[in-house]
């Protein structure tokens, strides 16, 4: 299995990923964490524009997350910016930056290899991006 910090896109450019930070999701409060789907990451991605100073956010398997801190990489004209504001899950998993992959919500069609992948992204950005919400399942 590839290393997915090392993973990068077609163009072959790395997406540098924030300082390690094992505490920075340590005390989340499932219970208080803004419930949304993929289509609401997509509505807040209309509302906003990519105005300045906007959070682009991204839904990976049971969460969403903050991405501003690499929001050069996610902005448009950025290297990853197919993967803003919406569920990554199924394309992270396939280590893929093609749009079509970015518009399969869900990861239960994986194999079990490819969820092990999608598991070790989880586990990357939960210790470098904060969690802002969970993301439910498509409807």
């Not at 869900?106 to 586990?123: F, P, T």
Request: glycine share 6%; proline share 5%.
């Amino acid at each position: 299995m590839a290393n997915p910090v090392s993973w990068s896109n077609e163009k072959k450019r790395p997406l540098v990923l924030p300082a390690l930070q094992p505490d920075l999701n340590q005390e989340i409060n499932h219970s208080e964490l803004r419930r949304l789907r993929a289509a609401d990451l997509e509505n807040y991605s209309r509302q906003t524009e990519y105005e300045c100073g906007t959070r682009i956010l991204v839904g990976l398997k049971d969460y969403v997350f903050d991405m501003t801190a690499v929001k050069d990489s996610l902005s448009p004209g950025g290297d990853f910016s197919v993967y803003a504001f919406k569920d990554i899950s199924y394309a992270l998993a396939k280590y893929s930056a093609a749009e079509t992959d970015t518009l399969i919500q869900g990861y239960n069609s994986l194999s079990s290899e490819e969820k092990g992948v999608l598991d070790s992204w989880v586990g990357i950005f939960l210790t470098r991006f904060p969690v802002i919400g969970m993301l439910l399942p498509a409807e």
